[in-house]
């Protein structure tokens, strides 16, 4: 089942701060988050799995509520380049199975 | 730093012809999803290979639509005939074995137009 996003789209200023929130129905094992420029591919941004473990390779933090379902994104002091639309992707088991990515939010970064 | 790899990456065909795409993934990646995103949504699961085997086609149109990996390295999904509903970005992404645990790598894709 598809992971809810909200919002669904945010604009802010250079330097200004944005949470992007992705929740399930369904009990979850992982949570991954995606950003995509217009036109381009998907690229990986974090990874949170049950238990606390947090895998990441940009400067962005995320949380990860496992009795609520949910994890938040958060972009502090925003750049131009993190403009683009932020997918977060679900998996209910450790088996690697049904993932399923959200609808996305689309965040513009003006001057 | 390795990529995964599309072809074409844009396709124009007319309704009812047969269509296919190729996606080589990353050397030792052992995990090979294809996804079908229509503009303005999120990308759509369509078929997980683990290896040469597939461990998820439940989103796959089995009536239209295969996908083999047979040596479990490069992968091809077809599209037989193609309808215009199809149209849509085809992308391929490529992951260590799968469980979670692991971040998925994205091809350039193949902009699919039916006509």
């Known amino acids: 089942q598809q992971p809810v996003q909200s919002p669904q789209a945010v604009i802010l200023r250079e330097g200004e701060d944005a949470v992007i929130n992705c929740s399930s129905s369904?009990?979850?094992?992982?949570v991954h988050w995606y950003r995509q420029k217009h036109g381009e591919a998907p690229v990986f941004l974090m990874i949170l799995l049950k238990g606390g473990e947090q895998k990441g390779h940009e400067k962005i933090s995320a949380s990860f509520n496992e009795k609520k379902q949910q994890s938040s994104l958060y972009l502090t002091a925003s750049q131009l380049s993190y403009s683009g639309t932020y997918f977060c992707?679900?998996?209910?088991?450790?088996?690697?199975?049904?993932?399923?990515f959200g609808p996305g939010t689309r965040l513009s970064v003006l001057p | 730093e390795a990529e995964v790899a599309q072809s074409p990456r844009y396709k124009i065909t007319e309704k009812s012809q047969a269509v296919a795409f190729w996606c080589d993934p990353i050397s030792g990646h052992a995990t090979l999803y294809w996804y079908r995103q229509i503009l303005g949504q999120g990308p759509e699961l369509l078929v997980q290979f683990q290896d040469e085997s597939v461990v998820d086609d439940s989103q796959l149109p089995k009536d239209r639509f295969s996908a083999e990996r047979l040596k479990g390295v490069d992968s091809t999904l077809k599209i037989q005939p193609a309808e215009l509903g199809d149209s849509a970005m085809y992308l391929c992404a490529s992951s260590l074995p799968a469980g979670g645990a692991y971040e998925q790598y994205f091809g350039p894709g193949t902009r699919l137009t039916v006509t």
């Open positions: 369904k009990a979850l094992y992982s």
């Open positions: 992707g679900t998996e209910n088991s450790d088996y690697g199975q049904n993932f399923v």
